[in-house]
């Protein structure tokens, strides 16, 4: 029997206990489309796949308690030394179970490439447009995965209980203990009493090894779901239209190459894993409130947001016998909180900006849309240095440069740096729009020079395909949005000034360099 | 060089120059004599503290004056002992190139002898922290490596890093990394403390702890990387920066294969 | 010339170009071999994997340029594991792309939309329905329904509360009485005043009565730092001054900030630096805070030494340790 009527036989078999042959015919010849952006998300999802495997192996020997152990296990340098059952647990596996450190490596790498390839998949869904209806809601459930995945990821950085990771939480408590009037309750509910007590490490246990993965597991099946329904999303090109998908079918060849994917993923964490040590808790020792390292820091989903807070001023409001910490709240919980609305909210408001309520399935190139660019670059440019600030010791010492300076340098770069980022972003997408026209409708430089019968010497330019010239004029210029103050009545419209707003965001937002249309190119051969 | 090259034309220079020509054959001439004809140990260290009161004049007094006062620029050196001189001069701290933020470890100016001779003169000044003999050195008998991390992350390691890699002070100062110093230095900047360095006195820090702290500033030093390349022992930084850099970029360039069409 | 702006035509999908693999058997039996070579480069990963698994000592370290010195059991079962995954995947992907059919097709898309009767139907249905429960017209189930959901949800906030106990007074007091003698962290011995020299730091907690079992929630609040400096150095107020004793001051190592221990002490500057946020003190005047997030100095302990010159606390701690909290009176 051959592998195809072997197959067969099992697709007979599936049919006549499901009926699933006619949904399934369909879906086996779906059409996906190729192109090495639409794999970020791809590396985000094995990336998972493999947090779920490494992290169950590491379940098995790992204890979560901060029960007082003394250690006993191989490693010298710690040997009868006071620690938490959690800690002595994390050396076993490190140190006693054979493959334990490299499954403890894979697992924290994964999870480094995880927030990576999520943030990267963000970048490119964000500058292509492909968050537009009818994809705000596939939007909004990524927004919350980023959330998921950065909160996941430091519940398993504190889990180990060793000095680096017992100063994160000791942070992450003075930020609960700096919420006004609830504080100090919720940080003895959270850690049972004292920090850091002994409730704190098994309830984040459950929390990283169940709650959350089953939170993940829900809302990637969503997101994948309508990704499947609502067709993927792909570049403009020529035969691509709104109306149709341009790819592979799913059966084989793209089955193949996802299936291939995942294991390239995993060979490359593997291969990080056995080359670059991550994470080494024996070198941290065990935790106790009295001591810290030089160089303390988060991983680097959370490095900007140590940034903001190593950067923020120092204020603090005193009254009534009360005390509001705003060296900890505006940086920790309130720029935080506007930005992550704000990018969840930002497929609406575009919308609202330019009033297009259709639905888009071919992407934007980001110079065609300057605006949405120049902010994502500007978005971008504020993490930046929030980021580096997260580092500014390390940056210091490599670089001999003082702290203060950094510091300094970021809390003045961190308000003026983004808006410049804003306007040379912008400039710069219209400026390659200009070249696009350009190069439409004079074509391409060939460098080849040629001597005019009046002695002058021109460029021969070389005209397009028809294929380049229509990639490039492919886009829409829709004009700004109209909004009179005054309706066909004469009647003054509700909401003036939001009015006036809105039809401002919108001219600006529409400002494009007009693309090359038949008509330029007849008027040059008239010429 | 630059500064040299402008004190070179100097109407002095000539004159100065002759002088420290004379006093160098003068010192050259007492160290070999000393070390050939001395007998009595008494004899020998009134020597030695001679030699060492002539490099000072030579190579120090002009920043910690003519007896060793201090001044504007340098603090006095009256009671810092004998083993502050030995790690300053003998890590090649001072003479300080330039008066930039802080003293750097570099190639020793003076050799064994002329530190020694230093040390002893500025001892001689007023008394302050020896050098420690090899017996009170033998951190492999009376250290403890798991109780000296204990010691070094409480006491140590919010400067020098978890591991002894170095870090980051206030103004450009930076706690040096501890890897690779003899622990003779490790221990005289303990009783010493030198620069930024606080002092740990050896009630708080009894000298046995301080063989532990060393012995396992040893053990991290010889310890071998046991999970792949250290990335520097610095934390977070530079993992997320190779996670990003290396593993996405390797992702990133196998999907732009994959997504390219076969010929 | 009308004014109608045309666009440029989208000629249609480019031709396909057929692969060699597609034309020429030899190329296709090529790419078939070179498909087996990287499953088979897979298959040596995981005989790696094995062999560095059982044969290989954990204790075998082998010198590797660049990465210094290696643990070959780690290093041996990671690179195995590396190469059996990597070259299944690039097997798999080079077999799709040579061998498998690589003509774009093209499909449908379908607006989402439904047609507008049966979107009728679908709003006149939900109308209807809404409609026949009479919740427009019934306030008083409406606004009891409200009511009642709201209020259960407070049933799950109630049972976490005894997640933990209630704060009470605890985020304001720590160890320190009247009288406690400073003793080391860690050997805890007492300290004489004599023991530290100008320049001189030292780690202290508070003497109990069974040091090995000191909680960490207490070193959490406990921990001291205590620093020496010419008592002509200080720049303090009388009160202050009259906490030190002969030029030791003590001051409370957990930051005012967000409450990393504060112990990087610049004996030169007399500054004190956190390595977490780098909030930077002035020990000279009372810690107070000339860089960075903090916004309070740290907590000064008022010290004295007994009959025997001991070092012990005079009075504990006026002001609450470690970040702020909302009850805290900072005035």
């Known amino acids: 029997m051959t592998i195809e009527s072997g197959l067969g036989t099992v697709a007979n078999y599936v049919d006549e206990r499901t009926g699933a042959a006619a949904w399934m015919k369909k879906n086996l010849q779906k059409v996906f489309p190729d192109h090495w952006s639409f794999l970020l998300g791809e590396v985000a999802l094995y990336s998972f796949v493999i947090l779920l495997l490494s992290g169950t192996f590491l379940t098995f020997w790992f204890d979560p308690s901060q029960r007082e152990v003394i250690y006993d296990g191989g490693y010298q340098p710690l040997a009868g030394l006071k620690m938490s059952a959690a800690y002595a647990s994390t ?54 995965l980023l959330t998921l995945g950065i909160v996941e990821g430091f519940l398993g950085y504190s889990l180990p209980d060793d000095l680096l990771s017992g100063t994160g939480i000791r942070i992450a408590e003075a930020i609960i203990q700096a919420l006004p009037v609830v504080g100090s309750y919720i940080s003895y509910f959270a850690f049972g009493g004292a920090f850091p007590g002994e409730s704190f490490i098994p309830r984040i246990y459950t929390v990283h090894v169940l709650l959350l993965p089953g939170a993940f597991l829900a809302l990637i099946t969503a997101h994948l779901m309508l990704v499947w329904y609502q067709k993927h999303t792909q570049y403009p090109g020529p035969g691509r239209t709104e109306k149709n998908v341009v790819g592979y079918p799913l059966m084989p060849t793209y089955m193949a190459k996802a299936g291939g994917f995942f294991f390239i993923v995993f060979g490359v964490i593997a291969f990080l894993s056995a080359v670059a040590s991550i994470n080494p808790i024996w070198l941290y020792g065990p935790y106790t409130p009295g001591q810290i390292s030089a160089g303390s820091q988060p991983d680097w989903y959370m490095g900007w947001l140590d940034g903001l807070v190593r950067m923020a001023p120092p204020l603090e409001t005193h009254a009534l016998g009360h005390t ?33 309520k259709r ?169 | 060089m630059k500064r040299l090259s402008r004190y070179r034309r100097h109407k002095a220079a000539g004159p100065m120059l002759l002088i420290l020509a004379l006093l160098g054959i003068g010192t050259t001439f007492s160290i070999a004599s000393a070390t050939t004809t001395s007998q009595t140990s008494k004899v020998d260290r009134s020597v030695q503290i001679e030699e060492g009161r002539q490099i000072f ?207 | 010339m009308s004014n109608e702006i045309e666009a440029i035509k989208d000629p249609g999908l480019p031709a396909h170009v057929h692969r060699k693999a597609d034309s020429d058997p030899a190329a296709a039996n090529r790419a078939e071999r070179q498909v087996a070579i990287l499953f088979g480069i897979s298959a040596l990963g995981t005989v790696l994997l094995i062999v560095s ?29 590396a190469i059996s995954l990597f070259f299944i995947g690039m097997g798999a992907i080079h077999w799709a792309k040579t061998l498998m059919p690589d003509t774009e097709v093209v499909a449908q898309r379908h607006e989402f939309r439904s047609p507008d009767s049966d979107r009728k139907e679908f709003v006149d249905a939900v109308k209807s329905g809404a409609g026949a429960s009479g919740l427009g017209r019934r306030s008083l189930i409406k606004k009891s329904l409200g009511a009642a959901l709201g209020l259960s949800a407070l049933s799950p906030l109630l049972l976490l509360r005894d997640l933990g106990p209630l704060p009470k007074k605890e985020f304001e007091t720590t160890s320190w009485k009247s009288g406690t003698y400073l003793v080391t962290d860690p050997g805890n011995r007492r300290i004489k005043a004599s023991d530290l020299e100008v320049g001189a730091v030292a780690q202290v907690l508070p003497e109990i009565e069974d040091p090995e079992h000191r909680a960490l929630s207490d070193i959490g609040k406990d921990a001291v730092l205590l620093i020496r400096l010419r008592p002509q150095e200080f720049n303090l107020t009388p009160a202050k001054l009259a906490m030190t004793h002969d030029g030791i001051i003590a001051f409370s190592k957990i930051c005012s900030h967000m409450g990393c221990a504060v112990a990087l002490y610049e004996q030169q500057t007399k500054h004190l630096l956190c390595p977490c946020h780098q909030s930077t003190f002035d020990v000279t005047r009372g810690a107070k805070v000339i860089f960075g997030p903090a916004a309070r100095p740290l907590p000064q302990l008022d010290i004295t030494v007994d009959g025997e010159g001991y070092l012990v606390a005079r009075e504990p701690f006026s002001e609450p340790v470690g970040p702020s909290f909302w009850e805290r009176n900072s005035q």
């Open chain 1, 91 to 144: 050396l076993h596996i490190s140190f006693e179970v054979r493959g334990g450190l490299l499954m403890r490596q894979v697992h924290h790498w994964a999870a480094l490439i995880f927030m990576s390839a999520i943030v990267a998949h963000l970048l490119r869904v964000f500058f292509t447009g492909a968050f537009r209806k009818p994809r705000e809601g596939n939007w909004i459930i990524g927004i919350g």
């Open chain 1, 324 to 356: 509001i910490s705003w060296n900890i709240l505006i940086p920790g919980l309130i720029v935080p909180g506007i930005l992550f609305t704000g990018m969840a909210l930002y497929p609406f408001i575009e919308s609202w900006i330019t009033g297009d």
């Open chain 1, 359 to 527: 639905e888009h399935h071919l992407l934007d190139r980001p110079r065609n849309a300057p605006n949405r660019t120049a902010l994502g670059a500007m978005s971008l440019t504020f993490m930046l240095v929030a980021l580096i600030n997260g580092g500014n010791d390390i940056i210091a010492t490599h670089f001999s440069l003082t702290i203060n300076q950094i510091m300094w340098f970021t809390r003045f770069g961190v308000l003026i740096l983004p808006p410049i980022a804003f306007v040379i972003t912008k400039r710069l997408c219209l400026s390659l729009q200009r070249a696009d026209r350009e190069l439409v409708l004079h074509g391409r430089e060939t460098g080849t020079l040629l001597r005019l019968p009046h002695g002058e010497f021109v460029e021969v330019h070389e005209p397009i395909s028809p294929e380049k010239a229509y990639l490039l004029t492919a886009h829409e210029q829709p004009p700004a949005l109209e909004l009179p103050a005054v309706d066909a009545h004469g009647v003054k419209r509700a909401g003036g000034l939001r009015n006036k707003l809105r039809s401002r965001m919108s001219v600006a937002n529409a400002e494009a360099i007009t693309k090359a249309s038949v008509n330029d190119l007849k008027e040059i051969d008239h010429h």
């Open chain 2, 57 to 263: 004049l030579r190579g120090c007094s002009s920043c910690h004056g003519l007896n060793a006062e201090g001044g504007q620029i340098a603090p006095s050196l009256i009671g810092v002992g004998a083993a502050s001189v030995d790690f300053q001069v003998g890590t090649g701290r001072m003479p300080m190139a330039d008066m930039s933020t802080q003293a750097m470890r570099k190639a020793p100016l003076y050799d064994a002898q002329e530190t020694a001779a230093l040390a002893a003169y500025v001892a001689s000044l007023a008394p302050g922290p020896e050098i420690p003999s090899d017996s009170q050195l033998n951190y492999e008998r009376d250290g403890n490596t798991a109780q000296g991390g204990e010691l070094f992350r409480n006491n140590c390691a919010m400067c020098h890093n978890f591991a002894g890699q170095g870090g980051a002070l206030t103004q450009g100062k930076y706690a040096p990394t501890l890897m690779g110093v003899d622990p003779k230095y490790i221990y005289e900047a303990l009783i010493t403390g030198p620069q930024s360095m606080p002092v740990f006195s050896d009630k708080t820090i009894t000298p046995a702890e301080k063989m532990s702290i060393i012995k396992w500033i040893k053990a991290a030093e010889k310890e071998p990387n046991l999970g792949g390349a250290s990335l520097g022992r610095v934390g977070p930084v530079t993992e997320g920066l190779l996670g990003w850099i290396l593993g996405l970029g390797i992702l990133i360039g196998v999907a732009v294969w994959l997504a390219m069409k076969a010929r």
């Open chain 3, 53 to 81: 698994y059982i044969f290989v000592p954990q204790d075998l370290f082998i010198f590797i340029p660049v990465m210094g010195n290696q643990n070959a059991h780690q290093l041996g079962l990671g690179l195995g594991m």
